[in-house]
């Protein structure tokens, strides 16, 4: 299995390849490609001994967490399968002529979602399942109807690379159409793909200097096109002194678990824990940080970024270590964290809040609730922002929450950012720099809206409708009729 860069050649196939598939893959019926979604899910659990230790090898994740995060790929492909089978994800919409429509005589509309074409996605390097070759973007793409190609993380390639064999075998022997998915290696072919005329839409998940480099790569193109990034987060978490005084000692393990949970290396690391001075949980959290042993980092770049935002923290005057960790070769780190005071956080905003991509996080003490408001708006987009506080503490939190909204996707109560379900509901996505498209998300069922645009057919005769717009509901899904939402 090779790691070299995909010739010229190779790559020009591929890119000729999807954009002969977006048409038949476009036009198979939902439940069509749902079975295709299937069969890469079962194609892949069947692998696992094959990938895990691969994934071992190149990511030096445990083997719980991948063999947990391979269950969470296929488990969101299989979704995504009952998400067209329901069909209302086609936003499908009938209004029908009335001459005595308010705004004068209305014709025959009728509108719902198509396909954009071949995309590119751009691997993680965090999570070489779950936001990979059959990740998140991968299986909400083909959902949709677009071929995908994957540009493999130089993290993990020869993983990327298996994978994409595993699955592009699971889709020609269930009929899918050549060119439905492929894999390239080397960061030049993945910028040549995202500037090809062919190619839709391109997604990623990274880093925030590498994620606005593509971005402004799609949109330089003659054809701009969507770009979805995912970039980066701080995830701040604003704890009350009456959860402090109710159960303070739950969350500080609880924050030491999230923010060490995998290295540090979530995108929903809570980077940030806001408590009130004097509140006397130094030692428990000292003595807890202090006993959880080094682990290696995903690989050196992210080491030496690390290091490098670690370093500028640390040098912050009035920063202080509450937990410092020893030296480690290599990539292994000991989880770090750093104390300061709210006034000395917003004093020194362009530094603090940097993402520090790894074990280490920030404890800011304030000296009264009115403060954390004015903490809040210091920040810009977040994925995710928390609040832990006592019931009868509600009423107090409306003008923080109104606050956190404004810069958050995800706004939780008393829990832990860590650990994003792969569900109905959830919003996987926020405000600059957390993503470059607030108003999707990357993960959940809401996750193929990116990858669809609305058309409308105005007196179309129904043997040139679409099956789902036509009188007749042949694809048995959920419509809005003349304003009314109608079940099949």
Not at 291 to 302: G, K, V
Not at 384 to 408: G, M, N, Q, W, Y
């Amino acid at each position: 299995m090779t790691t070299e860069p995909t010739t010229p050649d190779a790559l020009a196939a591929i890119l000729e390849n999807a954009a002969a598939a977006a048409k038949p893959l476009g036009d198979l019926r939902p439940a069509e490609r749902g079975a295709l979604l299937r069969a890469v899910a079962d194609a892949l659990d069947a692998a696992a001994d094959e990938l895990v230790p691969l994934a071992i090898e190149e990511s030096h994740l445990t083997e719980q967490r991948l063999r947990g995060e391979l269950t969470r790929t296929t488990f969101q492909l299989r979704l995504f399968d009952e998400t067209l089978n329901e069909g209302s994800y086609l936003e499908a919409t009938i209004d029908h002529a009335d001459p005595d429509w308010g705004m004068g005589p209305r014709p025959d509309l009728r509108r719902y979602l198509v396909p954009l074409g071949p995309i590119v996605m751009f691997s993680a390097s965090n999570f070489p399942f779950a936001f990979s070759v059959c990740g998140g973007d991968t299986a909400s793409a083909l959902a949709a109807g677009c071929p995908v190609i994957v540009k493999a993380h130089s993290g993990h390639p020869r993983l990327s690379q298996r994978v994409g064999e595993v699955a592009k075998a699971a889709l020609a022997a269930a009929g899918a159409p050549v060119g439905t998915l492929d894999v390239v290696v080397g960061t030049e072919n993945g910028k040549t793909a995202l500037l090809d005329p062919r190619v839709k839409a391109g997604s990623f998940t990274g880093s925030i200097p590498g994620g606005r480099a593509l971005f402004d790569l799609a949109s330089s193109r003659p054809e701009p096109i969507p770009f979805y990034g995912e970039l980066g987060s701080l995830n701040p978490v604003f704890v009350t002194p009456g959860a402090v005084k109710a159960r303070g000692e739950e969350i500080a393990t609880g924050y030491i678990g999230s923010y060490t949970l995998g290295v540090g290396q979530f995108c929903t690391k809570p980077g940030l824990l806001f408590v009130p001075a004097g509140h006397g949980l130094d030692e428990l959290i000292v003595s807890t940080v202090a006993a959880l042993e080094p682990a290696p980092l995903l690989n050196p770049r992210i080491r030496s970024g690390y290091d490098e935002v670690l370093d500028k923290l640390t040098a912050v005057a009035g920063v202080s270590a509450v937990v410092e960790a020893s030296v480690q070769d290599g990539l292994s780190v000991g989880p770090t964290l750093v104390k300061t005071s709210l006034t000395n956080l917003l004093a020194n905003a362009d530094t603090l809040l940097e993402e520090c991509f790894g074990p280490t996080s920030i404890l800011v003490e304030y000296a009264s609730v009115s403060e954390l408001e004015e903490a809040a708006k210091a920040f810009g987009g977040n994925l995710t922002a928390t609040i832990h506080a006592e019931p009868e503490e509600a009423d107090s939190l409306h003008a923080l929450l109104a606050v956190l909204r404004d810069r958050a996707g995800r706004l939780l109560f008393n829990g832990w950012p860590t650990g994003v379900s792969v569900t109905y509901a959830m919003q996987h996505g926020g405000p600059w720099p957390a993503t470059t498209a607030s108003i999707h998300t990357s993960v959940g069922t809401s996750a193929i809206r990116r990858f669809l645009r609305p058309v409308s057919y105005q007196s179309m005769p129904q043997e040139l409708l679409p099956e789902a717009l036509r009188d007749e509901n042949l694809l048995g899904i959920v419509r809005r009729v003349n304003g009314q939402l109608t079940l099949p």
